[in-house]
């Protein structure tokens, strides 16, 4: 259900692509009992081919590819095995989930702005929050953290634009850059 909903969100160019179809894909998929672990093949990754419907992209850039496994791996879902997934994802994974396993973390959607292309979820761990952003724009926007975030609070950040972990002390606001995720644990 999560698969599907990431491909037919990823099949169309990106200028039509509405945070919607995630929010509504994750939800259901959250909400289901019985998840399949089966995970398909993504058309939208692959280049085009005689029998694919012509409207897909030609191939994902390599952001939206980091993107797309980030949607994927960073979640409570089954994920795809660990041999398809980039160095970058199996890192950050690997970082999470030294607070837990990421299939045992409680996790809510908490943001959803069609108008910015913003969706941002929490994964809750006994002595950890990881806040996972996405931007889907071609615009840098603030990060969407959730309502009660402090300033001065200590986290680790990681961004898909420049793939390493900083730890600091917040002191102002934080933005996400176009087409890319961002990662902020609070531990």
Not at 95 to 124: K, P, T, V, W
Not at 156 to 176: A, C, H, M, Q, W
Request: include cysteine.
């Amino acid at each position: 259900m999560w698969n599907n909903a990431l491909c037919s969100f990823f099949a169309v160019s990106s200028d039509k692509r509405s945070v919607a179809l995630l929010n509504e894909g994750l939800s259901k998929a959250l909400g289901n009992e019985e998840v399949s672990t089966v995970v398909e093949p993504c058309p939208a990754l692959s280049p085009l081919s005689d029998n694919l419907p012509t409207n897909l992209p030609d191939k994902l850039s390599e952001r939206e590819t980091r993107l797309f496994e980030m949607l994927q791996a960073v979640t409570v879902l089954p994920s795809p095995p660990l041999n398809t997934m980039s160095t970058e994802v199996l890192t950050l994974t690997s970082f999470i989930e030294q607070y837990g396993q990421l299939d045992s973390a409680d996790m809510h959607i908490y943001e959803l702005d069609l108008a910015n292309q913003l969706f941002a979820y929490e994964l809750r761990f006994e002595d950890a929050r990881a806040y996972v952003m996405y931007n889907f724009s071609f615009d840098t926007h603030p990060l969407p953290l959730p309502l009660g975030f402090m300033a001065s609070t200590k986290v680790t950040l990681y961004r898909t634009d420049n793939p390493t972990f900083e730890r600091f002390v917040t002191s102002g606001p934080l933005s996400i850059t176009y087409h890319s995720a961002v990662v902020v644990i609070v531990d």
